[in-house]
């Protein structure tokens, strides 16, 4: 089984800046993709940014040139550092993690942290 604990959520006014880790933990494998989802009140979870093992990125359109997602593979870590965030940015954070293990894929999620940005 593998944990994910996120922390770094919080609340922010237009324009700031917030930056959240997840680490996973327990009897990890091997950790491929990572990603931060979002959902927002009322609306379905979608991807903000996602992360291979190998570094490469991809960034919903509505996050690209603000957000930016990073990991540390030695550490089991995902960081996503959010610039220049916007009301629309608001909903919970969940952190996912692809589990790679004898060719079977596991999916993780952890437990969601909150993000609010209001003025």
């Known amino acids: 089984q593998v944990q994910l604990v996120e922390s770094g959520g919080g609340s922010v006014q237009p324009g700031g800046s917030l930056r959240l880790s997840c680490a996973a933990s327990?009897?990890?494998?091997?950790?491929?993709?990572m990603g931060w989802y979002r959902q927002a009140p009322g609306k379905q979870r979608e991807l903000a940014a996602a992360?291979?093992?190998?570094?490469?990125?991809n960034y919903a359109t509505s996050v690209k040139g603000r957000f930016s997602i990073s990991r540390d593979n030695a550490k089991n870590t995902v960081y996503l550092q959010m610039n220049s965030l916007k009301p629309e940015d608001t909903a919970v954070y969940y952190c996912?993690?692809?589990?790679?293990?004898?060719?079977?894929?596991?999916?993780?999620w952890g437990q969601g942290t909150q993000v609010t940005v209001s003025s």
């Open positions: 996912n993690a692809a589990e790679l293990r004898w060719g079977v894929v596991t999916t993780y």
């Open positions: 992360i291979t093992s190998g570094g490469s990125t």
């Open positions: 327990g009897s990890i494998f091997s950790i491929g993709a």
